[in-house]
């Protein structure tokens, strides 16, 4: 008889092993919401930062582009200003526009460049800038055509800091 009692206690043993291990496998419904509701959570975390910091970045781009075009028009009064060749009489020095920067001026037979090509407005994706002149308004948004004195975006958006692109 203790054959037959152990035979059924092992059966019995084996069949609660096979039971457990069989919930063991998976995850249960609750488990997976669970873990749903915490990577949507985190998800939704992380898009107002990629959001920001794809911002943040554009605004440096902003930045660098209107110093490298400030720089390019400094350059260039620098060297009408030295007389190293012949400007408009009326612009003051500066240059009549934003291509020229680019095509640049002869110099004793050289061409003098200031700029490699003009940039790509990060806010407004087009090459097109708001320029003024020397006898412009500082804050006007139309330019008189006289000569380039400084450049600004076209963009109408406010900045992290609160601030609007087109007074930078």
Excluded: C
């Amino acid at each position: 008889m203790s054959t037959i009692v152990r035979s059924v206690m092992t059966r019995s043993t084996n069949q609660r092993k096979a039971v457990f291990q069989s919930h063991q496998r998976g995850f249960t419904l609750i488990e997976l919401i669970v873990a749903t509701s915490i990577l949507i959570i985190l998800t939704g975390m992380a898009v107002p930062l990629l959001r920001s910091t794809i911002q943040r970045e554009r605004e440096r781009e902003l930045h660098d582009d209107l110093w490298m075009m400030r720089d390019a028009i400094d350059r260039y009064k620098d060297a009408a200003d030295r007389g190293a060749f012949q400007t408009k009489v009326g612009s003051e020095g500066y240059p009549p526009d934003l291509e020229t920067l680019v095509t640049g001026v002869d110099v004793g037979g050289k061409k003098l460049k200031f700029l490699r090509k003009i940039p790509i407005d990060p806010m407004t994706g087009q090459a097109e800038w708001g320029l003024r002149s020397m006898q412009d308004d500082a804050t006007s948004d139309s330019w008189g055509g006289q000569n380039v004195f400084d450049v600004y975006t076209k963009s109408e958006g406010t900045a992290l800091d609160d601030t609007k692109y087109k007074d930078w």
